[in-house]
């Protein structure tokens, strides 16, 4: 079987690269801009044809949480909302965390607070990478910047999830779940038949029973999960860091920018260079973990980094910690659904460089 | 005729009631009294009885019974606050074949979790949903719940439940017979002998409507709660009586054409 080429909307790749990923559940409840995931996906009834289960929920609530009783079963499932949506199904995330069970988790980002806007923003990043519902956790987190990347990510987002036993967030926005690109999508695989031995699928004699809880009311052994937890996180910053970089070779200054971004700064760093100025790009592909080490190798070699983020600055702290205060960071954004033109971004980086 | 000894009657197999294979050894968190422990063995002996085990997987709610899980023998799932029957939608629909049940007390089921219920029910997933009705919540300690009788005390409705400001209590058996999901409704209690029989019985025809797929099944059991109600077992379950069956009365709300 070979690979398939069409021309798809961010959010249709996503809905077509699960059924093909062998998906077992899909639940969700309608949002703009991403209600095109589950239309999608209830158009192309793969319960029919894979037996991949598809449902409209009655809430956010109710579709994470089927997402959690699915995941339970050792099931590959999976939601997909945008930022108000995704703020009611934090709950249900924390507890997936807490449970330690994978799941892929889809935010098509829009402008916020609130109901904020429909237009696309990177305002979710905090609540994206800092775990978002309460408790000390982390998801993992991936920043697609293409049609493409929509697609490929669902795959290797539920290979993460189920390597780690952690719930994975494709963290794209509206513009990249709006725009139409040609995509190579791989060929159908199966859905497994793989019964996972800490799933409760109805206990056989031949093994205890198994318990999907978050809950210890031992403090000692509270803590213990804890930090067995923080070993699975420190383990994902050793192994599954990802990242491209765009002439750093001979970079002076550096914008640090992903999804949406990280595209106009490609522009924006052709602009630049037409200038003369030595502009270089790093576009981090897993939000958490965070490319720290190589920001921090790159911070002893330019002058200063740009973080150009579609919001009022988030990932930008990120990259200050990162190179510890070794060079300048600055952050250059737009909010409420405005999107920058890489000519301002040019303008930004010019003014970051007089100081 | 040879007198009968305590000794004789306590000799196995002279007993008619046995504990079930499928209650744990674990001690259980239960105050004395409570009908929780009750509804549990009952449940356990209809899933050894009709050999249900191994297709078994249940949700647990939060509240007293949010460590059911400890007590009988099958897989578990711990659901969020409210969550339970989203939880079990997921897993039927995944595995139609298994046998999955909620067990969810009345703030859980009849307050944060309403919207879940409801629909749940309304979309007629082929799952029981076990409701144990105390009417207060009696983990955290004896607050108001959706059912709390009118007039009846809290720790949150210290003067009496007023209805003219805090609502009247809530007949969720009622609600979910109206919608044409549930395929069978009842009432139920575990506090005689009798009540235990039937409830078995109920939970028995709810497992044969799943096996048939013929819609939701929702089990409400009217329960005690000695600690949170401040009474004896003896007084608690005399005022269940009294109080809560006029106004939660018992039977079956629906059950399905044969």
Not at chain 1, 114 to 136: E, N, V
Not at chain 2, 25 to 35: A, E, K, S, W
Not at chain 2, 124 to 150: D, H, R, V
């Amino acid at each position: 079987m070979e690979k398939e080429l069409k021309l798809m909307k961010g959010n249709e790749a996503i809905a077509e690269a699960a059924i093909r990923a062998g998906a077992d559940g899909y639940f969700g409840y309608p949002i703009t801009p991403q209600s095109e995931i589950l239309e999608y996906l209830m158009e192309a009834n793969p319960q029919a044809t894979t037996g991949m289960v598809v449902l409209q929920a009655e809430s956010e609530v109710a579709a994470i949480n089927m997402v959690y009783g699915g995941a339970a079963c050792g099931k590959k499932v999976m939601t997909s909302s945008s930022s108000p949506g995704i703020s009611l199904k934090q709950e249900g995330i924390t507890y997936i965390a807490g449970a330690e069970l994978p799941c892929l988790i889809v935010n098509v980002v829009r402008g916020g607070p609130g109901l904020g806007t429909i237009q696309p923003a990177q305002s979710d990043y905090f609540q994206a990478t800092k775990g978002g519902g309460h408790g000390d956790y982390h998801l993992l987190v991936l920043a697609p910047s293409s049609v493409q990347e929509m697609a490929d990510f669902v795959e290797l987002g539920f290979d993460l999830a189920f390597k780690y036993r952690n719930p994975v967030m494709i963290l794209s926005d509206g513009a990249i779940g709006q725009m139409m690109e040609k995509v190579w999508l791989n060929p159908q695989k199966k859905r497994s038949e793989e019964i996972l031995p800490w799933a409760t699928t109805g206990k056989p004699a031949s093994r205890p029973r198994n318990i999907i809880t978050s809950l210890d009311l031992d403090s000692e052994r509270q803590e213990k999960f804890n930090l067995k937890l923080i070993a699975k996180y420190r383990e994902m910053e050793e192994k599954e860091v990802r990242f491209e970089e765009f002439m750093t070779e001979d970079a002076e200054y550096l914008f640090v920018a992903y999804g949406t971004s990280a595209r106009l700064c490609q522009k924006a760093l052709q602009l630049a260079r037409a200038e003369g100025i030595k502009a270089g790009l790093l576009r981090p592909i897993t939000l958490f973990p965070f490319p720290k080490k190589r920001l921090n190798e790159l911070a002893d070699r330019v002058k200063g980094m740009l973080a150009v983020e579609m919001s009022a600055g988030q990932m930008v702290e990120d990259v200050m910690l990162s190179v510890n205060g070794k060079t300048r960071v600055s952050h250059y954004g737009r909010m409420g659904g405005m999107i920058p033109t890489p000519e301002e971004v040019v303008e930004n980086l010019k003014s970051f460089i007089k100081g | 005729m040879a007198e009968i000894t305590f000794n004789d009657i306590i000799k196995p197999e002279n007993l008619a009631y046995t504990k079930s294979k499928l209650m744990t050894d674990n001690v259980m968190h239960y105050c004395p009294g409570c009908g929780h422990g009750t509804a549990h063995q009952a449940l356990a002996e209809v899933i050894e009885e009709e050999n249900l085990q191994s297709r078994t997987v249940g949700i647990t709610p939060v509240g007293c019974s949010v460590l059911m899980y400890n007590y009988i023998d099958v897989d578990f799932q711990e659901a969020a606050h409210g969550r339970a029957p989203a939880l079990a939608t997921a897993v039927k629909r995944l595995m139609p074949d298994k046998f999955v049940f909620t067990y969810q007390g009345d703030g859980d089921l009849a307050a944060i979790g309403t919207a879940e219920t409801i629909h749940t029910c309304n979309r007629g997933e082929n799952i029981l949903i076990i409701f144990i009705n105390n009417g207060i919540y009696g983990m955290t300690g004896g607050q108001m719940a959706p059912t709390t009788l009118p007039g009846m005390k809290s720790a949150t409705s210290p003067y009496g439940r007023d209805v003219s400001v805090m609502g009247s209590p809530i007949k969720m058996a009622d609600i979910v017979a109206m919608l044409p999901g549930t395929c069978y409704v009842t009432r139920q209690s575990v506090n005689t002998a009798g009540g235990v029989r039937k409830f078995k019985k109920a939970l028995k025809k709810a497992v044969q409507y799943q096996n048939e797929k013929r819609g939701t099944c929702f089990i409400e059991v009217v329960s005690n709660c000695p600690s949170g109600w401040k009474m004896t077992p003896v007084e608690s379950n005399k005022w269940m009586e009294e109080n809560m069956f006029p106004f939660y009365p018992l039977g079956d709300l629906k059950v399905p054409a044969e």
